[in-house]
């Protein structure tokens, strides 16, 4: 039912124009009410709920907010919101103008709030904010700001006409510019981190490096949390570069350390074995074939598993070579002693220096008796001895060692550390001095003393106290002090660094003293900075200069055929030259950082995206070394990444961290081939080991079955063997001069018996010449072949004197004086025959003896022929 259509029919109401296209009246008389609002006052409420729900004029409702009562005013304002709010809620894409209708209405302030900030236009809510009729409206809307430019606007209209807006829009202005001044804190925190990473990165390993970084890292865990509104998405990347160039040191520390580690290992194991041989050359005088054969053997060994994986300086390979040499001759010539010499006697010259021949006792080690009596048989003058190394008289140079350790033991308990530190230096040169024995017998004792030194050096570095005080009276020399204010300030800023650099401790005293004066000294440079701030405004101009030309480079530059190494210079050297136009004013440095970036970023996009493709192309790298590295032939793998390595470095700019991390990728799938690489040639050496071990087993058995047997058939056979075996060169050589070595004792072995056989014929023969034998008693088979060759011949009419006077020319001695006509008239007769008729000395000898063997010589010529003979033979 249409109750205002039943009140007043077709009339209009009071509150509406008279004439079509007029507005109501703004406001109506408290005393001069229409019609409407004095039944609506004296209604019910049911019937006022029913009359207000048919006025549909926005004019009419606010006539009623405005003159009706209390009661009748919540009333409509309720029933016009759930009009304007159906279902309780804001209407979804509500216009401006019923959004501010329901904030006017609303007698909750968070609605009223919640319907402002639904206005999608901040100029819009200032509007409201300044002109608004309702001042709850005006204050809501104020609250709904966040743009500080226009709370500035309305604070100004507000100010001395509207307290609560002006304070409302005053509190929120300084909440927005603290919260900038936070933000631009953290702003500049991440600036920081950001900037000391790349600084870092690009200046690489140095001796605060660990200390700078793991400030930076704390740092970063305390802001990480608190930049959400930040780019920082590129500062883990930095700090994990800086992380990973760390982690690289790291990596070659240890592998060096490894190295230094298994170089000193192999180092001692191989002082080690020469400390053997020389103890072995210095027990020369007892030496057993036998035990130093096998010891030697041991030694090799020894030495090749020490020399495996490093291998030894030139001086100590040179004298383990030598070692190995006197020992090889020391057994050799013991062998031949032993199975030669041992049992013979040496009564001439010439048989000591035949068996001599056969022996190679080295020159400077000390002759056993034998030798020597060896030696004098055979004419040869001794040569001096070297004294062997155990019996030197290191005394002097162990009392001097004693003394200086006694002295760095006091030095260290008075705390010297350069003091004892000099003193270790002299015992170590001295240590070099004595034999390997002595000095190890010092050693333990030795480093006892440097650890203690190193303690000490520990300590002292906690003595920061007596640090600080000299940096107060250095600090307080600066006050008043006559120097240049930069100076100045760098010298004042210099001794605040190193301050920092002690750390914190509980020195508050040294601390007010040292900032007191710090605060004195700095008076003068405060003029001096003030003029720096016209230098700064002009180095603001540079900036900005460089920020145009980075500009025009980036804007006129033909990327798809850039010089991407010249690119990254050019960001480089920009950069650069950017920090060298500081410093400037802090809103200068944030406008003109900001500029300066984002031309920098605009440029390293491209160079990015050049980073980007040159990163796939390496990660391919990697993926195809990881596939080798997992194919069963190691060889073919080895060829693969050698190949894919080359190809790496064809590849162009990247940057520094991932290409590190890849290079570690691509280095661990090389490394896992070359060792398995490694293997295979250690499997095969270990091989040619056995095989090694094996000939020499077969050689030292064949040279003993050839010694034994005294046939050097068997030597044949291991000659064969080796030849075949594939031995090493130097194994094999070394093998066969061991075969080499007891041929040449068969041969001796063999001549020497020769010679003593045609010795004891010679012997019988001139027996049988002093016996008077005829030629029928003597058997030709036992006679010298010379003699035995001429024996069978036509003797018959020999002269036993002028056989006596041939073989006494044949001799080279005198003929008695009455028997010199006869000589002479021989001597030409061989003249005119041709000096023997072409025979030889031996033959002509073997003849004279078988033709006196056909005559009748008295004793006394036999004697006379016997003397000239043996000077013959």
């Not at 302030?109 to 001042?135: D, F, P």
């Not at 390993?205 to 660990?210: A, K, L, R, T, Y």
């Not at 780019?231 to 994990?240: R, V």
């Not at 030889?840 to 056909?854: G, N, P, R, T, Y």
Request: with cysteine.
């Amino acid at each position: 039912m249409n109750f205002l259509k039943k009140l007043f029919g077709n009339k209009q109401t009071p509150a509406t124009t008279t004439k079509a296209g007029e507005k109501p009246a703004a406001k109506a008389s408290q005393g001069n009410k229409g019609p409407l609002d004095r039944i609506l006052n004296e209604a019910s409420a049911d019937t006022r709920a029913s009359l207000i729900r048919e006025i549909s004029d926005d004019a009419q409702l606010e006539q009623l907010i405005r003159d009706g009562n209390a009661q009748l005013r919540d009333q409509v304002r309720a029933l016009w919101l759930e009009r304007l709010m159906a279902g309780g809620a804001l209407p979804a894409n509500a216009a401006d103008d019923v959004l501010i209708r329901i904030a006017s209405l609303a007698t909750d302030s968070s609605l009223s709030e919640q319907a402002l900030a639904a206005i999608k236009s901040e100029e819009s809510r200032a509007e409201i904010a300044r002109s608004h009729g309702v001042a709850r409206v005006r204050q809501a809307a104020a609250a709904t700001l966040s743009s500080a430019a226009l709370l500035q606007k309305v604070l100004d209209h507000a100010q001395g006409s509207d307290k609560a807006v002006y304070r409302i829009c005053k509190n929120l202005l300084a909440d927005l510019r603290a919260e900038e001044e936070a933000r631009q804190a953290i702003r500049d925190r991440i600036e920081y981190i950001r900037t000391q990473a790349k600084q870092l990165i690009r200046l690489g390993m140095s001796p605060d490096f660990v200390g700078r970084l793991q400030v930076l890292e704390q740092r970063w865990d305390e802001l990480k949390d608190q930049t959400a509104d930040e780019d920082t998405s590129d500062i883990p990347a930095l700090l994990a570069d800086a992380g990973a160039i760390l982690e690289a040191q790291r990596q070659q520390e240890a592998a060096e350390a490894a190295l230094a580690a298994a170089l000193e290992a192999a180092g001692s194991a191989q002082k080690r074995v020469i400390g053997r041989l020389e103890d072995l050359i210095a027990d020369a005088l007892n030496a057993d074939a036998q035990g130093w054969q096998e010891a030697l053997l041991s030694e090799e060994q020894a030495w090749a598993d020490a020399t495996r994986e490093h291998s030894a300086p030139a001086p100590q390979q040179k004298r383990y070579d030598i070692l190995v040499q006197n020992v090889t001759d020391i057994v050799t010539s013991l062998r031949y002693w032993a199975e030669t010499g041992a049992d013979s006697e040496f009564n001439s010259p010439e048989a000591a220096s035949a068996c001599l021949q056969h022996i190679h006792w080295p020159a400077d080690i000390q002759a056993p008796d034998w030798l020597m009596a060896l030696r004098k048989t055979a004419g040869q003058k001794p040569a001096p001895e070297k004294v062997a190394a155990k019996n030197t008289d290191d005394s002097a140079a162990r009392e001097k060692i004693a003394a200086l350790m006694a002295a760095m033991d006091s030095s260290l308990s008075d705390g010297q550390e350069k003091e004892a530190a000099k003193q270790l230096r002299d015992i170590q040169k001295l240590l070099d001095t004595l034999s390997p024995g002595r000095a190890r017998d010092l050693q333990a004792a030795v480093r006892l003393l440097s650890n203690r030194l190193y303690e000490l050096r520990d300590w002292q570095g906690f003595a920061v106290a007596p640090k600080k005080d000299a940096l107060c009276e250095q600090m307080e020399a600066l006050v008043g002090a006559e120097i240049a204010p930069d100076v100045l300030a760098d010298r004042i800023k210099a001794l605040q660094d190193e301050w920092k650099t002690l750390g914190h401790s509980n020195d508050r005293e040294q601390w007010d003293r040292f900032r007191e004066a710090a605060d004195k000294a700095f008076e003068p440079c405060k003029v001096w900075f003030a003029e720096q701030a016209e230098i700064r405004a002009g180095l603001v101009k540079q900036r900005e200069a460089l920020i145009a030309e980075l500009t025009r480079y980036e804007a006129e530059m033909n990327w798809e055929s850039a010089d991407w190494k010249a690119v990254q210079n050019t960001l480089n050297a920009a950069r650069d030259a950017f920090r060298t136009y500081s410093p400037v004013d802090r809103g200068a440095h944030q406008k003109t950082q900001a500029a300066f970036k984002e031309a920098c970023d605009r440029i390293y996009a491209h160079l990015k995206a050049e980073y980007d493709r040159n990163l796939d192309a390496k990660k391919a790298i990697v993926e195809a070394a990881e596939k080798a590295a997992a194919s069963d032939d190691a060889n073919e793998a080895a060829d693969t990444v050698k190949k894919l390595q080359q190809e790496w470095k064809t590849i162009g700019v990247t940057p520094r961290g991932p290409d590190q991390r890849l290079w570690q990728q691509l280095r661990k799938a090389a490394d896992g081939i070359f060792a398995r690489l490694n293997e295979a040639r250690d499997a095969r050496k270990a091989e040619l080991n056995a095989s090694v071990s094996e000939a020499e087993t077969q050689v030292t058995q064949a040279c003993d079955e050839a010694l034994a047997a005294g046939n050097a058939a068997a030597l044949n056979t291991a000659r064969d063997l080796l030849r075949d075996a594939g031995l090493p060169k130097s194994a094999q050589q070394r093998l066969l001069k061991a075969i080499s070595d007891v041929e040449k004792q068969l041969n001796a072995k063999a001549n020497a018996e020769a010679e003593a056989a045609a010795k004891a014929r010679w012997t019988d023969l001139i027996a049988a010449l002093r016996q008077g034998k005829a030629a029928a008693e003597v058997n030709a088979s036992e006679l010298p072949a010379n003699v035995a060759v001429r024996w069978n011949q036509e003797h018959a009419g020999a002269d036993a004197t002028e056989l006596c006077i041939a073989m006494e020319i044949l001799a080279g001695v005198d003929s008695p004086d009455a028997e010199q006509p006869r000589r002479m008239e021989l001597q030409v007769q061989r003249l005119a025959q041709g000096l023997g008729k072409g025979l030889s000395k031996d033959d002509e000898v073997a003849s004279l003896i078988s033709q006196l063997f056909h005559t009748d010589a008295t004793d006394s010529q036999r004697e006379r022929f016997i003397k000239a003979l043996e000077t013959t033979v």
